[in-house]
């Protein structure tokens, strides 16, 4: 099972929004409304934002949010933070009952 | 709760297990997942394990080394990865599932670390 495809970096200015991709196949994103988005701050274990694609776990922010269009699942931040600077992660259930990760996004708050 | 076993250092070839605590609900209720962090790398699924039935999935990476074992008398999930080598060292973490296979993990342990080095 090959990981998720994410960009490396992205960057924005506070108060912006920016959009991180996850490219999967129809095996993993394409095939099951399974994709959860982590998010990571250094020494801290990855913590989740986004889960089925679009849902919230309470007391994460409004300014995240979560889609999909086939065999690509996306994460939006809107109002950037400062605090928002850290790696982001997708991660899908796959056809096999397995799970495979996006190899994780660099977010930079200019 | 997950309460994950202290950090571990291995010679190459050794085997390392490492243990994860649950508490605050019903241990056979839900799956429990197994994700490493190798340093600087994003994270990688391991495999995962139903507690009340013992049956197993692990990443086609890891079949036929690693262990996964839940002893229910203690609430403990055990993980155990053998034939160990540089490229295993790595953060080592529990996650907690849900009630069924495609259910996401939110609860994650603290993390192991586990140091291959000769």
């Known amino acids: 099972q090959s990981a998720l495809t994410q960009p490396a970096s992205v960057s924005g200015s506070p108060g912006q929004s920016i959009t991180i991709s996850c490219t999967g196949t129809?095996?993993?994103?394409?095939?099951?409304?399974?994709v959860s988005w982590y998010q990571q701050y250094p020494d801290s274990a990855p913590q989740v934002i986004v889960y089925d694609v679009y849902k919230r776990p309470s007391g994460v922010s409004n300014r995240f949010s979560g889609s999909k269009s086939g065999n690509t699942a996306s994460l939006t931040i809107s109002g950037l933070l400062p605090d928002d600077e850290c790696h982001y992660y997708c991660?899908?259930?796959?056809?096999?009952?397995?799970?495979?990760f996006g190899g994780g996004t660099k977010l930079t708050v200019l | 709760q997950l309460v994950q076993s202290g950090a571990e250092v291995k010679k190459p070839g050794a085997a390392v297990k490492v243990s994860c605590e649950v508490s605050?609900?019903?241990?056979?209720?839900?799956?429990m997942h197994w994700v490493r962090q190798s340093p600087g790398k994003g994270p990688e699924w391991m495999g995962l394990i139903d507690p009340e039935e013992g049956e197993t999935i692990f990443a086609e990476k890891f079949q036929g080394r690693v262990t996964l074992i839940a002893d229910t008398s203690a609430d403990t999930v055990h993980m155990e990865l053998n034939s160990l080598a540089g490229e295993d060292t790595a953060m080592y973490y529990c996650a907690l599932g849900g009630a069924t296979l495609m259910d996401g993990f939110d609860i994650w342990g603290q993390g192991t670390m586990v140091t291959v080095s000769s």
């Open positions: 129809s095996s993993d994103v394409g095939g099951h409304d399974s």
């Open positions: 991660c899908s259930y796959t056809s096999t009952s397995t799970w495979v």
């Open positions: 605050g609900y019903k241990f056979t209720d839900y799956f």
